[in-house]
């Protein structure tokens, strides 16, 4: 059985996983800022920074 809390974290993890912006994530979770939504699911992209590299450098050589 799935708890009320345990669907609502996997309903956050899924939208970060699916790219959703972390600060639409936090309102849609009523948290008073986006810092508490990225502290409660750091976990959820640990290859966010390598990703986050890749797209800037595609960026920059154009």
Known sequence: MIRLH???HTHATLLLAEGV???????RLG????SITL???QHV?????REAA????ALLEG
């Open 31 to 34: 948290h008073a800022s986006a």
């Open 6 to 8: 345990g669907l609502r």
């Open 54 to 57: 890749d797209r800037i450098a």
């Open 45 to 49: 992209h640990p290859g966010m920074g």
């Open 39 to 41: 502290t409660v699911h």
């Open 21 to 27: 912006p972390v600060k639409v994530v936090s309102e």
